[in-house]
């Protein structure tokens, strides 16, 4: 089976910067990916990692280390509109198999 | 590119009658998932086609659902009879095949069994 923990909820300030962390125990494993959900819209997809290391998309990047199970969503120069949940979600075996989704971290971004 | 689309966007309807959900997936697409949402829990998984074909239906919660895709299109997730633990956001998504690529998730239908 599949496990996934991240925080519930956390607050920022706006212009600072933040980390979502994301832990996963799975049966398989064939990436880790991060979403961002703002309330009542589909949730879009931020980042992919399935090798070690540090991926760097604009203000966002995502850490994994498949060794400790562990992922970070990072966000840097926050803005308002940042305000969101943010899902991480470990895919099983197969490069189109299912997604398994943690309860998602809710981002308060403040003045 | 269109997204990926749902109907209804909210559903409101009582114990026992029958509801169905609609998905139209990108173009192209030939995965195509339904996920669900229920208050305060994580968004689980129910099943994926890949195009018309059930590859994987071990998320379905049980005999009452019924999922379709003919043709490979477009998707139908029928309940029928609802129930109330049924009330949730259910979500539709898809992605292309080959390669490492990401799912693309419409907005959900938020279903509301009274």
């Known amino acids: 089976g599949q496990n996934i923990d991240q925080p519930t909820e956390m607050t920022a300030t706006e212009g600072a910067i933040v980390q979502i962390n994301c832990t996963y125990q799975?049966?398989?494993?064939?990436?880790l990916f991060w979403y961002q959900q703002h309330a009542g819209e589909a949730p879009t997809f931020l980042s992919y990692?399935?090798?070690?290391g540090l991926e760097e998309k604009g203000r966002f990047s995502s850490f994994l280390s498949r060794s400790k199970g562990y992922s970070y969503l990072l966000l840097k120069e926050l803005q308002m509109k940042d305000s969101a949940s943010y899902l991480c979600?470990?895919?099983?075996?197969?490069?189109?198999?299912?997604?398994?989704f943690g309860t998602g971290t809710r981002l308060q971004v403040t003045l | 590119e269109a997204g990926v689309t749902q109907f209804p966007s909210h559903s409101v309807i009582e114990k026992g009658q029958t509801v169905t959900l609609r998905c139209d997936p990108i173009?192209?697409?030939?995965?195509l998932y339904w996920y669900r949402r229920v208050m305060g829990k994580e968004i689980k998984f129910l099943l994926h086609?890949?195009?018309?074909?059930?590859?994987?239906e071990s998320g379905m919660p049980n005999n009452r659902f019924l999922a379709e895709r003919t043709g490979g299109t477009y998707s139908t997730l029928k309940v029928q009879p609802a129930e109330l633990e049924d009330s949730g956001v259910y979500f539709c998504?898809?992605?292309?095949?080959?390669?490492?690529?990401?799912?693309?998730f419409g907005q959900g239908t938020r279903l509301t069994v009274v």
């Open positions: 979600a470990v895919r099983s075996t197969g490069t189109a198999s299912k997604l398994t």
């Open positions: 173009s192209g697409h030939d995965n």
């Open positions: 086609f890949v195009k018309e074909s059930k590859q994987d």
């Open positions: 799975t049966s398989g494993f064939n990436g």
């Open positions: 998504a898809s992605s292309r095949t080959g390669g490492n690529t990401e799912a693309f």
């Open positions: 990692n399935v090798l070690d």
